[in-house]
């Protein structure tokens, strides 16, 4: 960072804008009745047609209890439903029902709008290259921490 405040820094410029995108997504999804994280889980149901609980928390990167948490809350909303696999009966397969179904529509314009909220004034070409520059991030964060001592 040399001279640079942590405010100058590129890692604090995403946490800020992180936070910004979440508190917006946020508010928008609680018009639709759902906390941040829901629309990750109905979208992944949707794309799959549905899946076992940890494979749902493999797909988005977030902790077995976590999704249990998540799943409980849309089960009890009636936006999806678990099923024991009749293969294996410790394994929980989740399914959207038919108004998680009907869900996924609005969860879509939601993000939509998101989008151009947040990348108005950006050209295609930036768009492309801001989304290859956070994939790129990512991957290096998801190498294990070192210290530097």
């Known amino acids: ?7 100058d820094s590129v890692g604090y410029q995403l946490a800020y804008a992180s ?6 997504f946020t508010e928008a999804l609680n018009e639709l009745g759902l906390r941040g994280g829901q629309e990750f889980v109905l979208a992944q149901l949707a794309e799959t047609n549905g899946c076992s609980q940890a494979d749902l928390a493999d797909a988005l990167s977030v902790k077995p209890p976590t999704i249990t948490k998540i799943v409980r809350k849309l089960e009890d909303a009636g936006l999806i439903e678990r ?3 009749p293969d294996d009966a410790r394994v929980q397969q989740v399914f959207l029902t038919e108004d998680g ?3 996924i529509e609005p969860i879509e314009a939601c993000w939509n709008r998101g989008e151009e909220v947040m990348l108005e004034g950006f050209t295609t070409e930036e768009r492309l290259l801001l989304r290859r520059l956070l994939i790129q991030i990512q991957e290096n964060i998801d190498m294990p921490y070192e210290t530097t001592n």
């Open 83 to 85: 099923h024991r696999d």
């Open 1 to 7: 960072m040399d001279n640079e405040t942590i405010r």
């Open 19 to 24: 936070k910004h995108h979440q508190n917006y």
């Open 101 to 103: 179904e009907e869900m």
